[in-house]
């Protein structure tokens, strides 16, 4: 499994596209959560994935 977390969508967009095009295996599933909360004035974002899989 391989686990991403950013705090811009494009980030985690990039990263999992460029992991994926590199990986040797077969994507089993993938799991995505977006979460938020308030720091003093701001909205602060969390994106995140799992991607499972099988190494061949």
Do not use: R
């Not at 811009?8 to 295996?25: T, W």
């Not at 993938?30 to 190494?55: D, L, T």
């Amino acid at each position: 499994m391989k686990i991403f977390d950013f705090e811009d969508e494009g980030d985690l967009q990039e990263a999992m596209n460029n992991f994926l095009s590199d990986l040797e295996g077969e994507v089993v599933d993938i799991k995505y959560e977006v979460s938020s909360f308030p720091s003093g004035e701001e909205q602060i974002y969390c994106f995140s994935a799992m991607i499972i899989y099988f190494c061949k």
